[in-house]
C-alpha cells in the first residue's frame, strides 16, 4: 500500500527538481505517464528552431551593439577588415540612442567574410557583438498584391475634352 500511495503522489507531483530515479524498474508506460503530469523547472524544453542562414551579402547585420555605439565608431571598427561601403546604426527617433544592432556594407564577399571573421564574438564600446549576412527584407504585404495583380499595358491617353466653363453670376444683368 505504502509503494501504492507514493507511485501516486509522484504522478500528480509539481516540483522544481525533478524527482531521483527510483531504485526498482518503473514500467515505461506508467513513467511516460508520470512524466505527463508533473511540472518541472528544469524539465528539457523544446529545442527552437533555428532560422535558415542567410546567403552571403556583401551586407552584414551586427547586434549586440552598445547603446552609446554610433555609425562612425561601427564603420571605423569594420573597416579593418575590408572597404566598407556604408555602416549605420539604426536609432531610437525620441531619444537618438542606438536601437541595439546596425547594417555594415563591404565592397566585396571577401571582406564580408572577413568583417564576420574578425568581429563575429568580439568586444565593441565594452559590449559583446554578434556579426552575420543581413537576411533581405522580406516585402510589404500591400507589394505583393500589387506584383500579382496584372496591370493592363499602358495607352496613350488623350487629354480630356475641354468644355466650356459657363459662369452664370459674372454677366452683367
Same mark, same amino acid.
Given at each position: 500500500?505504502?509503494a501504492a ?15 531521483p530515479p ?29 532560422? +535558415?542562414?542567410?546567403? +552571403? ?20 571598427a569594420f573597416?579593418?577588415? %575590408?572597404?566598407?561601403?556604408? *555602416? ?13 544592432? %546596425? ?17 563575429? %564574438? ?19 504585404? %500591400? ?7 496584372? *496591370?493592363?499595358? +499602358? ?19
Amino acid at each position: 500500500m505504502a509503494a501504492a500511495w507514493v507511485g501516486f503522489r509522484r504522478l500528480f507531483a509539481i516540483s522544481a527538481v525533478s524527482s531521483p530515479p527510483l531504485a526498482t524498474a518503473v514500467p515505461a508506460s506508467e513513467s511516460g505517464f508520470r512524466r505527463l503530469f508533473s511540472i518541472s523547472a528544469f524539465s528539457p524544453s523544446l529545442p527552437a528552431a533555428a532560422p +535558415p542562414a542567410a546567403e +552571403p551579402s556583401t551586407n552584414l547585420f551586427v547586434s549586440g551593439l552598445n547603446k552609446r555605439t554610433t555609425s562612425e565608431g561601427l564603420w571605423e571598427a569594420f573597416s579593418k577588415f %575590408g572597404q566598407v561601403v556604408h *555602416a549605420r546604426v539604426v536609432t531610437d527617433r525620441v531619444s537618438g540612442y542606438s536601437k541595439g544592432f %546596425g547594417f555594415v556594407r563591404y565592397a566585396t564577399l571577401e571582406e564580408a567574410e572577413a568583417g564576420i571573421k574578425g568581429m563575429d %564574438g568580439k568586444f565593441l564600446d565594452g559590449w559583446v557583438i554578434f556579426a552575420e549576412y543581413a537576411r533581405p527584407r522580406p516585402p510589404p504585404p %500591400g507589394q505583393i498584391q500589387l506584383q500579382t495583380a496584372a *496591370a493592363p499595358p +499602358p495607352q496613350a491617353m488623350e487629354p480630356p475634352a475641354t468644355k466650356q466653363l459657363i459662369f452664370p453670376f459674372t454677366e452683367s444683368y
